[in-house]
C-alpha cells in the first residue's frame, strides 16, 4: 500500500514539475519580442537616444517623450551588445548612422554591406561610417543588393521595406517586421555571413 | 486509503492529460508555416503551377521539377483558398500576375494596392489585373507606397524587400519572409485594410 501511494504522489510531483517548467518557458518564449512598425513615422525629437540627459533639456522645436515607430527601431538597434550587421541597399538617414557611431563607441562589432551604386548618392552615410572606423563592404556585383535587414547580437531581427533614408522614414509608407524567432532569424544570419565573404574586397577580381 | 488512491491516480491522470494536450498543441503550433526565401531565384519552369498536366509534356528549355524561392513563393501565393491581399510597389512580374489570374478565375477574393506611379511603368501587370476584373487601387498619394507584402487568407504573410518584377526575382539580392505567426500576420492584414479603405476612389477628391 505505501508503495503504491509513494509511487502515485512520485507520479503527481513530477508531473507538476514538468507542468511548472513548462509554464517558465512558455513565459519567457511569449517574452520574445515580435512586432511589426509601420511607417511614415512621425518626426520627434530623438536626442534621448544620442545624450540621455538631454531627456527634460532639449529645446529642439519636435515633440518630445513621444513613441513612435522611429523611436522604437532606433531603440531595437541601439539594444546590440555585442554586434549588429546592416544589410541596406541605400542609408542615408542620419540619426540611424549615429546610432551606429554611439554602437561603435561603445565597442559594438558593426559590421555594414551596401550596394555599391547608391553607396555613393548625395547624402549618403556610409563615407561617415567609414570614416569612423566601421567596417563597410558594398556590393560590387552589376544587380540590386536590394536587401534592407540587420541583425542584432545575431538574434534579433530587423527586416522590411524600409530603406534607411529619410524619405522612407518620414514620408514613404514602409514596414518593418522585429523578432527573435530563431526560424526566422538564422536564415538572415547565415545569409549575411555569405553575402560578407563574398564581397571581401581583398579577394575580388 | 481509497481516497487517498483515487486522488493521487486522478491527478496522475489530469496531469498527464494536460502535459498530452499541451504536446499536441506544440506540435500544431510547430507545423506553422515560418520561412525564408532568399533571391535571385534560379530561372526553372513554373508551368506546372498553371497547368499540372504540362508536369511531364512541357518542352520548353527552362529546367523542370526543381524547387527555387520563387516556386515556393508561387505555391505558397496558389495556397489562397479564400482570400489575397496584395501590397506591392511595382508589379511587373508576368508569372505572380498569372497566378492571381488563376486564383481570380477560381473565386478567390483578390484586391491589390500598389504605388499610382509605378502603375503606369512598362511591363506593369496592374492593367492585366485590372481588364480580368480584379480589384485594383493605387495609392495616390505624392509619396512611395513602398510595401511589398500580401495576405493569404488573412492568415499567412509574404513580406520583404521583393517588388514583384522579374529583376527583382531573377537578378537581385532580395528576401521574402512567410510566416503564419499571428502576432505578424494581424498588424499586416489591418494595415492593408486602413490603407485599402484610404484608398477608395470614390471617395477621393
Not at 64 to 87: K, Q
Not at 177 to 196: A, G, N, S
Request: with cysteine.
Amino acid at each position: 500500500m505505501w508503495t503504491l501511494k509513494v509511487v502515485g504522489l512520485g507520479a503527481v510531483a513530477v508531473s507538476l514539475s514538468v507542468e511548472l517548467l513548462r509554464l517558465f518557458i512558455h513565459f519567457r518564449a511569449k517574452r520574445a519580442i515580435n512586432k511589426v512598425l509601420f511607417f511614415p513615422s512621425e518626426v520627434t525629437c530623438v536626442e534621448h537616444f544620442f545624450s540621455p540627459l538631454s531627456t527634460h533639456s532639449c529645446l529642439c522645436p519636435l515633440p518630445h517623450g513621444v513613441e513612435t515607430s522611429f523611436s522604437r527601431l532606433l531603440h531595437y538597434i541601439l539594444s546590440a551588445s555585442s554586434s549588429l550587421n546592416v544589410c541596406v541597399f541605400s542609408f542615408s538617414e542620419v540619426n540611424l548612422s549615429r546610432a551606429l557611431l554611439l554602437l561603435h563607441s561603445r565597442g559594438i562589432t558593426i559590421r555594414v554591406l551596401t550596394d555599391r551604386d547608391y553607396s555613393a548618392i548625395n547624402g549618403t552615410q556610409i563615407g561617415v561610417l567609414r570614416k569612423a572606423g566601421i567596417c563597410v563592404r558594398c556590393d560590387r556585383t552589376s544587380v540590386h543588393m536590394h536587401h534592407k535587414f540587420a541583425v542584432v547580437d545575431e538574434q534579433l531581427l530587423i527586416t522590411g521595406s524600409l530603406n534607411w533614408t529619410q524619405t522612407a522614414v518620414q514620408r514613404n509608407k514602409e514596414n518593418i517586421l522585429i523578432t527573435e524567432d530563431p526560424e526566422l532569424v538564422q536564415p538572415f544570419v547565415k545569409e549575411f555571413q555569405r553575402l560578407w565573404l563574398n564581397n571581401n574586397p581583398t579577394q575580388l577580381n
